[in-house]
């Protein structure tokens, strides 16, 4: 019995309680990727001895270990319940079983690991979910590569868009939209084997996961075969159209008029 008790106390001081199954936090098995610039959403969910009506969760923190020496018992923790202090990351849980962190406007410097804990007002009662959750932010590029041509783009050079994010992850998905309407396109890469003046426009890459999303755009410009995009006709010809259009509606009734 006193070894017991003995254990017990030294595991109530390491802040982790591993007595009861009742305890624990829940993430995410792999890494999250997210782009930089963007938001991103942390799962996450924690359990506790609910049977137990006298414990009650009175304080919800999220630490990262880029500042945390192996332990998230500093007190530089990037979400603390019992501060308003406003910053990137926000708590999004509740005091039940939701611990889940959205982090705004990602730097790479928030990449690393993020670990929750809870604290509950019962003097022994706390638990940090070890080991956390992994964050990687990246950049996120569209690039074109030329297939055919050179200098200016024109009708019949061949080229590629590639959406690059340098992560791998299985729920990844690219979508691609042209002026904002979406293509009927999947994949990072969006293929054009002979360019036509119609292709010109501002093409977005939206790469997709379960927790994050982050967009790239890129424009092109296709010259016709006279370096003329028939899109943007010069205003002087546009008149002369117009006119001539005119006269012809008015000349021609009044010519048939005349002739009876």
Known sequence: MKMLHLATILLTLSGVLTQSSDWGVKYPDKPIYAVRGFSVSIPCS?????SNPNIQVTQKLWCSM?????????????YNSASNTKSDFVYVGDDKSDCTLLIH??????????????????PSDR?????????????????????????TLKQGDSLNLTCDVKCTHSSSQFVWSKNNEQLNTSGPVLHFPALTVRDSGSYTCTWKTNETSGFKMISLQVEGLTGENPDHWPIWIIVVLTAGLIF??????AVIYNRR
């Open 127 to 151: 638990y940090t979910g070890d080991p956390g959750v992994t964050l990687q932010v990246a950049d996120l590029k569209v690039s074109l590569i030329r297939l055919s041509g050179n200098g």
């Open 46 to 50: 924690y359990s506790y001895p609910t």
């Open 248 to 253: 012809i509606i008015v000349a021609i009734p």
């Open 105 to 122: 406007n990602l730097q790479f410097s928030y990449s690393g690991e993020y670990r929750f804990r809870f604290i509950t007002d019962q």
């Open 66 to 78: 880029n500042s945390n020496k192996g332990r998230c018992l500093d007190p530089t923790y990037v």
